[in-house]
């Protein structure tokens, strides 16, 4: 008589039973893994599944068949054939007496702690502690750090479960927190009483299952209970970060990650956590606005709507030109784009921080997405801060890094990033072309042959390094590989060039590229049209060329444009501006004329393409202050009143269907033309926009400003330079316009460099990125 049929697997899975239920599960999961798939639920503190294995809590102590004694289910790898007892006599005394270790020393302060109602250590007590604890020695106490203006401290909460201390070394690289001493005087901690200076340090808050870490913005502000979780998403880099915004009677209190795999898997970066700070700015523009004979008066939307539509009805279409910023919805863009050519306009753009717009047709979708960058190979960065530029997606780049793959730089200065660099090439603004060419003639030398006979001409006076076929051979050797173009790179006076080269070398290398696009949502701006018609101007040229009105969409000048004097020069000019804005400062109403109060992304409906052209559509989750209305009923009242086809919709439904088809276009990159080589200067300007002023919701933020990251203004310079200059570290450097900025030796930046970061008050009217620079000592 035959056997009877066994059930079999495959030869990747293994056959457990948990519980009495049967189940497949991957080779080398721990036990803790297949529970979780299975929907059994176990009991942990230490355990994450972003982060390494640590086994330090012991809560999740399980019994095993033909074990002696309990085990860690986290740390426990499934064998064929086991079979699990989560809920077991001895696995629950084993669970029960954890617990009471744990709460021995624990201030069971929950009612003044910002944690309870959310504490995964207050949760599990209720399940697995005693009434009555059995100990009556007293409890320790532990002295807090001060580890800057984002996390507070309770470290007596602390279980030292290590989550934070994981996060902070694995993910975010930076290795700041750490286990010190053992027994009873065991504590985490930073050792030398230093801030957290990671751009990623928020998670922290979120990996802590107990009220050791908090949210210092958030502190003392509402319990868990009284909020309403609304999901949204990040709109201060073209990510595009899921989040859930935490509101009480519509104002945000705070803000937390939303899971997605493809995005930001259940991570967030500082900037996209508290920027919500900047939503309650006492410079908000709440009602609508008018400029007459000299003075500010406040109006109604019908005196304000109706000025705009007299006034632009007096210009030619050729008179008005749109700057748009570059985070604006899809909704509003299209709108805007209507709304321009209704008027006659072809003169209306996006990219404000672009200087060179030769081939750049706008934000193009990613060619490898976001979820495969953390399998690539290798990676060749150029014109990269990546870590500042789109924290998250640095971090998918470094668990690349960890897995071995080699990372590349061509950068105008050695950016801090998190991990160790393969290889870099320096040079200044003014030379980083030249430094890109001699990786291009590496790649030449594969035999790949350049479309542009200008960048086949520039190859040839070039000479390949030892170092730069290095780099080559790293990425053509890679079964996956990547050229990432940054915003040093996009923004650079040469950018075309730039484009032209890294697409060179990554056709030549069988590399995917990846371009980053203007703010936000540049890919969706660029698909439903922000970009100017048939003979129109761009953003810079709209400037060199002076309308005699103006559209400003939701940017500040001048700290949103590329040439911040040249902005401000243009706009003070013009007969007529009228400013759709969430901000009226002081700066806005000199050059304003109308200002009409609009709402910012998590106060309305609106959709965004992030990197991967993937169109997300957020809905308003917190309430918008005054009179502000979304920008999408603003413009369609505008375009009712000027009588504009296109507008006659109802619903943002409607719109929606209306420019769905734009959305789901994905045109593809085009080898850009090149534009004419711009002479080098002896000196020229690095300008980079910092991590915390990228707009104006971020330059709000009084904790991201107070952040280490957010640097005092400088001119940094090269020892040698500033010697060469009579300037010395912590002197005052006179610029040619008579201003001052005092001087930071710095040796991450190159010879013939001065850095100078933009988006600051004392820098807006200063030469844009790449200009020359004069110095003398003040």
């Not at 803790?32 to 599944?49: L, M, N, Q, S, V």
């Not at 900037?271 to 009602?287: C, I, N």
């Not at 109006?299 to 985070?327: C, H, K, N, Y």
């Not at 909704?331 to 990219?351: K, N, P, Q, Y």
Request: charged share 20%; aromatic share 6%.
């Amino acid at each position: 008589m035959s056997a009877q049929p066994t059930q079999n697997a495959a030869p990747d899975l293994v056959n457990i039973e948990v519980d009495g239920k049967p189940i497949q599960v991957p080779k080398g999961s721990m036990i803790i893994e297949a529970t979780d798939k299975a929907g059994i639920p176990i009991p942990r503190f230490c355990y994450h599944r972003k982060l390494p294995i640590a086994a330090s809590c012991r809560q999740c102590l399980v019994e095993v068949e033909k074990m002696p004694k309990p085990t860690p289910a986290c740390a426990t790898p499934v064998m064929e054939g086991m079979k699990v007892f989560t809920r077991s006599e001895k696995a629950l005394k084993a669970q029960r007496n954890v617990m009471e270790f744990l709460l021995i020393n624990h201030p069971l302060d929950c009612p003044i702690c910002d944690q309870g109602g959310e504490c995964e250590l207050q949760d599990l007590a209720m399940g697995y502690g005693r009434s009555v604890s059995r100990f009556t020695e007293r409890k320790r106490v532990v002295a807090d750090e001060d580890i800057g203006p984002l996390v507070a401290t309770e470290m007596t909460r602390c279980i030292h479960c290590t989550r934070c201390v994981r996060f902070v070394g694995e993910i975010a690289g930076t290795h700041e927190l750490g286990s010190m001493d053992r027994g009873d005087r065991h504590v985490i901690g930073t050792y030398i009483g230093k801030s957290i200076d990671s751009e990623l340090s928020g998670n922290i808050i979120d990996v802590c299952p107990v009220g050791a870490l908090t949210d210092k913005v958030f502190r003392f502000k509402a319990r868990a209970w009284e909020m309403v979780a609304r999901p949204s998403g990040a709109y201060h880099d073209a990510l595009g970060s899921n989040l859930w915004l935490h509101t009480r009677r519509g104002e945000v209190l705070r803000v937390v990650p939303r899971d997605n795999e493809a995005v930001n898997e259940c991570w967030l970066s500082d900037r996209d956590r508290y920027s919500h700070q900047g939503l309650g700015a006492a410079d908000r523009a709440t009602k609508p606005m008018v400029r007459r004979d000299g003075r500010w008066l406040e109006t109604d939307w019908e005196d304000a709507l109706g000025t705009v539509a007299a006034r632009l009805g007096a210009f030619t279409g050729a008179d008005i030109g749109a700057l748009v910023q570059p985070s604006t919805s899809s909704e509003e863009g299209a709108l805007i784009a209507r709304l321009m050519r209704a008027l006659g306009s072809v003169h209306f753009d996006h990219r404000l921080r672009t200087l060179d717009f030769a081939g750049a047709a706008g934000g193009v979708a990613f060619e490898l997405p976001v979820a495969q960058m953390e399998r690539v190979g290798a990676a060749l960065l150029v014109g990269s801060d990546l870590r500042h530029e789109v924290p998250l997606l640095n971090h998918r780049l470094r668990q690349a890094w960890k897995r071995g793959a080699k990372v590349y730089a061509v950068n105008p200065a050695r950016f801090d990033f998190n991990y160790e660099l393969a290889g870099q090439f320096i040079a200044p603004p003014q030379k980083l072309v030249d430094e890109l060419l001699v990786l291009a003639k590496a790649a030449a030398e594969l035999g790949a042959a350049p479309a542009d006979r200008a960048l086949a001409d520039a190859l040839a006076a070039v000479q390949a390094s030892d170092a730069a076929r290095a780099a080559v051979k790293a990425l053509k050797d890679a079964s996956s590989a990547l050229v990432l173009l940054g915003d040093a790179g996009a923004r650079h006076p040469e950018a075309s060039w730039l484009r032209a080269i890294a697409r060179y070398i990554a056709t030549a290398t069988g590399s995917a590229l990846n371009v980053l696009p203007d703010g936000a949502n540049g890919v969706g701006l660029a698909r439903v049209g922000v970009l100017p018609g048939q003979g129109g101007l761009d953003a810079q040229a709209m400037l060199a060329q002076p309308r005699r009105a103006y559209l400003l969409y939701g940017a500040e000048p001048p700290h949103d444009f590329a040439d911040g004097a040249a902005a401000g020069l243009a706009l003070q000019q013009a007969e007529f501006v009228v400013a759709f804005s969430a901000y009226a400062d002081e700066a806005l109403k000199r050059i304003a004329h109308v200002i009409l109060p609009i709402g910012l992304t998590p106060e309305i409906d609106a959709t965004l393409v992030n990197v991967d052209g993937t169109a997300q559509a957020f809905a308003a989750g917190a309430r918008l202050p005054g009179d502000a209305r979304p920008g999408w009923k603003v413009l369609r009242a505008l375009g009712g009143l000027l009588k504009a086809p296109g507008f006659e919709f109802v619903t943002l439904a409607e719109l929606r269907a209306e420019i769905a088809p734009a959305l789901a276009r994905a045109p593809q990159a085009i080898a850009p033309p090149l534009a004419a080589r711009r002479a080098g200067a002896a000196l020229a300007r690095l300008a980079t926009v910092p991590i915390y002023r990228a707009d104006a919701v971020l330059r709000r933020c009084a904790a991201l400003n107070a952040h280490p990251l957010a640097r005092s203004v400088a001119v940094r310079l090269n020892a040698a330079d500033a010697a060469a200059r009579g300037l010395a570290d912590g002197d005052r450097a006179r610029l040619a316009d008579g201003s001052t900025l005092p001087v930071a030796i710095d040796a991450s930046v190159p010879a013939g460099a001065a850095w100078i970061e933009a988006a600051h008050a004392e820098t807006a009217a200063l030469p844009p990125y790449g200009a020359a620079i004069e110095l003398t000592k003040a």
